[in-house]
């Protein structure tokens, strides 16, 4: 069972930039969710993804906007880069929306925005 | 979302028990108590949850206050894998609330 793959681990980019953070979730989940961690903060909700489709999302602009592929992979995108974009985002899986019974993280994409 | 408090931070010698607090005194009846912990430089990662009863699996057990506002995340017996930060999160069941909430979690620190 393969668990939750992000890419890239590490991204420098500069103020003003756009950005795309790409997830493959773990085989069998349909639902994957976005989350931010600053530095020694626990991670924010930012949005989830149900069967292609948004289905819950948190206080973040829109510039901060994603996809779902038929595969149930996902992208991250985030447009008119801040210096305070600058953090972990973390891609979760689960096996239905509720996520009752777990999400699965992957081990996250280090933004830095200069 | 209802609101849970957890000490900062706790200590703990390797191959003891560890007894990690989480209060919840605004938990509604369809309130799952859910631990999840952190590890340096990782995502988080599920522990354990439950509703009422306590409950055991192959990491943790998770112990709820008659009462539900308060639970405790025992570790039998900690090793220097364990050291990480524990979140403690309330999820309601039905409706459209889907997100984890977490707070600032209990950085435990495992001694040799």
């Known amino acids: 069972e393969t668990g939750v793959t992000q890419s890239p681990t590490h991204l420098i980019k500069t103020r003003g930039q756009q950005v795309t953070l790409r997830c493959s979730s773990q085989?069998?989940?349909?639902?994957v969710s976005w989350y931010q961690q600053a530095l020694g903060q626990g991670p924010q909700f930012i949005f989830q993804?149900?069967?292609?489709?948004?289905?819950g999302r948190g206080n973040f602009p829109p510039r901060f906007s994603g996809l779902q592929f038929p595969n149930y992979s996902s992208e991250l995108n985030v447009n008119a880069l801040e210096l305070d974009d600058s953090a972990l985002y973390l891609c979760?899986?689960?096996?239905?929306?509720?996520?009752?019974?777990?999400?699965?993280f992957g081990s996250g994409t280090r933004l830095t925005v200069v | 979302d209802a609101k849970t408090t957890q000490p900062n931070s706790m200590e703990s010698n390797e191959e003891e028990p560890v007894h990690l607090p989480c209060n919840h005194s605004?938990?509604?009846?369809?309130?799952?108590i859910h631990w999840y912990r952190q590890l340096p430089s990782q995502g988080p990662e599920y522990v354990i949850h439950?509703?009422?009863s306590n409950v055991n699996n192959r990491m943790a057990s998770l112990a709820i206050a008659e009462d539900r506002k308060s639970s405790t995340l025992i570790l039998h017996r900690a090793t220097l894998r364990d050291a990480a930060v524990y979140y403690c999160?309330?999820?309601?069941?039905?409706?459209?609330?889907?997100?984890?909430?977490f707070g600032k979690g209990t950085l435990l620190t495992v001694n040799p």
């Open positions: 439950g509703l009422t």
């Open positions: 605004t938990i509604s009846g369809t309130d799952y």
């Open positions: 993804y149900y069967r292609e489709e948004e289905n």
């Open positions: 999160i309330l999820r309601r069941s039905g409706g459209s609330n889907y997100k984890l909430t």
């Open positions: 979760a899986s689960s096996s239905s929306p509720a996520g009752l019974y777990g999400y699965t």
């Open positions: 085989s069998g989940h349909n639902t």
